[in-house]
């Protein structure tokens, strides 16, 4: 890959629309942007409408053509957007005028790559920005969006500036004598690096929470066979994704759905009744279950009337007592009652997932956006910090352990960097960013 390249690609979503926006990027495009506008005169960040043509002058599309010049741009390079009409065909000759002028397609993420490389972004930013073009929800886009604008980014910078300091004040501890320091420096480096361990330690504690906002809450309906999860997943739905039969054993693997309840995304899975079983599929499908209860932020237990659970549950569960309507209610504290065949409690059903979503995650939308490379990378310098508050009064490797920790936040943030690690940052993006 070739950064000194004029690069192109179709930032708008592809198929038949009525504006498709195609985004250019390189070096000095000044002079081609007259051309496309056959104008001398051109003003910055102002939208022209041209007659687009070729090499031979013959018409490509009428559009609007907007000049971003260096370093005031997404990519920190000069850019020009095309907004033609979004036909297939006007796309493809587009494509295959702007091939002719020397230019290229661009690379997933690539646009991305070079506004890091041009400053104009850090890897966290990065990843907030494909956050935000996964997300489905409200809460998601509110979420990523933080992490975008740089929240992240603000908050890992501050960490590592810290450390930064404290390292070099416990190396400065080997080479200058107590008078040439700050007063109490060690116990003031030992108390930073503390809380710093605790903000980290509290961060990762978070992941789970941000790893549900970001890719979905998990809802898993559990029971024994033939106890109405498959009717009380459908009502859910709203739709009869799942086989409903009087047949115990009828779901064999986990059956999924995505549902969006007060703006979080919800992964709701209706599960294999679990029992003993010599049929070999069941046996994986329960196991199966077993996997999704341990994934699950939030179980559903459904029951019958005929068998009354314990009415103590879990902080994350819901006891449902199901098939109300075909026995006389016995009390069960906490439970909720339903009849899927009715549509008795549903509703209630309903309210319950609701007040347990907002009670575990609202105000977590403003917490850092962690993803599996921030997570790993967080866990090498909540590691190394405890490994240098270990080290105590041995302040030569006290300062090499809140180094290495200021390097593994450095990596969030792409101020170090590896091929790896910028390879998987970028390739989450499309092309067009």
Same mark, same amino acid.
């Given at each position: ?203 990762? &504690? ?81 196991? &199966? ?74 105000? &977590? ?37 809140? &180094? ?30």
């Amino acid at each position: 890959m070739n950064n000194n390249d004029t690069i192109f690609a179709l930032s708008s979503g592809h198929g038949k629309s009525g504006v498709a926006v195609v985004r250019i990027s390189g070096e000095n495009l000044g002079d081609i942007f007259a051309r496309f506008v056959n104008k001398t005169d051109i003003k910055p960040r102002r939208a022209y409408f041209t007659n687009l043509r070729d090499n031979a002058g013959e018409l490509i599309d009428q559009c609007l053509a907007i000049y971003f010049p260096a370093p005031h741009s997404f990519t920190g390079e000069d850019v020009i957007e095309l907004h033609t009409h979004g036909a297939p065909a006007v796309i493809s000759a587009v494509f295959e005028y702007l091939g002719t002028l020397g230019m290229r397609m661009a690379t997933p993420g690539e646009f991305s790559r070079r506004a890091f490389y041009n400053n104009k972004m850090d890897l966290a930013d990065v990843d907030g920005l494909a956050a935000l073009l996964d997300a489905q929800t409200d809460i998601q886009r509110k979420h990523a969006l933080q992490s975008m604008l740089g929240r992240d980014s603000e908050i890992y910078n501050t960490w590592r500036t810290q450390m930064v300091e404290i390292s070099a004040y416990a190396a400065a501890m080997l080479d200058y004598s107590p008078d040439d320091l700050p007063p109490n420096i060690g116990d003031t480096i030992q108390n930073r690096t503390q809380k710093l361990y605790d903000e980290i330690g509290a961060a990762l &504690r978070g992941y789970r929470t941000s790893r549900a906002i970001r890719g979905g809450i998990n809802v898993a309906l559990v029971g024994e066979t033939n106890v109405g999860k498959s009717s009380i997943f459908n009502h859910l739905v709203g739709s009869n994704r799942a086989i409903v039969s009087d047949i115990a054993g009828t779901t064999r693997d986990v059956v999924s759905a995505t549902i969006d309840i007060d703006g979080y995304m919800v992964n709701l899975s209706d599960t294999a009744g679990i029992r003993e079983t010599s049929d070999e599929i069941e046996s994986i499908g329960i196991e &199966r279950t077993k996997t999704e209860i341990e994934n699950a932020d939030i179980v559903v237990r459904v029951y019958t009337p005929e068998n009354i659970p314990d009415s103590n549950c879990k902080p994350n569960e819901i006891i449902v007592i199901n098939k109300s309507d075909t026995a006389k209610k016995r009390s069960c504290k906490n439970a909720i009652y339903t009849s899927a065949h009715t549509g008795d409690g549903m509703n209630t059903l309903m309210d319950m997932l609701r007040t347990k979503i907002h009670k575990m995650f609202d105000g &977590r939308e403003s917490d850092l956006s962690i993803n599996a490379r921030t997570k790993s990378l967080l866990e090498t310098a909540y590691n190394e910090l405890e490994n240098a508050i270990r080290a105590g009064d041995n302040y030569d490797i006290f300062a090499e352990h809140t &180094r290495r920790a200021s390097d593994a936040i450095g990596k969030i943030l792409g101020t170090i960097t590896a091929n790896e690690i910028l390879d998987m940052t970028f390739g989450q993006l499309c092309l067009g960013k």
